[in-house]
């Protein structure tokens, strides 16, 4: 079987030498066999690096790809932790879409501010944000020397 260095691997998965050396300090990869005090690796690393990476694009940290790749031996299939973890990570992803619609919602309203100075401005902002929000009966601090008409 032909062992590769750790130049070689970090070539072909296209990523560092330091990114496989933290890996394997963090759990995600075995310690390779070393010869004259050189890593050596199977090929079958390159497959076990993708995984990783793939893991690394839906957002799964090292925590949890830890507990993907070392709880093999354990009684619950990889395929249920597998799916657990992707209904959490799916809820993570629903609330970083709402926050970024919110975002863009006041990004694309403050296109269009016609504010004179910065307290009118500052209720806008306070406007547009609450409302995102759904608030029903928000009460926003007034700007100073503004008077509040439901007063």
């Keep these: 079987m032909t062992e590769l260095t750790i130049s070689e691997v970090a070539r072909q998965a296209g990523i560092r030498t330091s990114a496989i050396r933290y890996y394997e300090s963090v759990g995600l990869l075995p310690l390779p066999q070393r010869v004259s005090g050189q890593r050596r690796y199977h090929a079958e690393i390159l497959r076990r690096l993708a995984f ?11 925590a949890e790809m830890r507990m993907l790749l070392h709880e093999l031996d354990g009684d619950t299939p990889l395929s249920a932790r597998w799916q657990s973890l992707a209904q959490r990570k799916l809820a993570e992803v629903d609330t970083l879409i709402h926050r970024a619609q919110s975002m863009r919602r006041m990004l694309e309203q403050g296109l269009h501010c016609s504010c004179p100075d910065l307290e009118q401005c500052i209720d806008c902002v306070l406007n547009i944000h609450y409302k995102g929000q759904h608030h029903t009966a928000v009460e926003l601090p007034q700007a100073p020397g503004t008077l509040d008409a439901a007063r």
Excluded at 52 to 62: E, K, L, N, Y
């Design 52 to 62: 990783i990476q793939a893991a690394q694009a839906v957002g799964f940290s090292v």
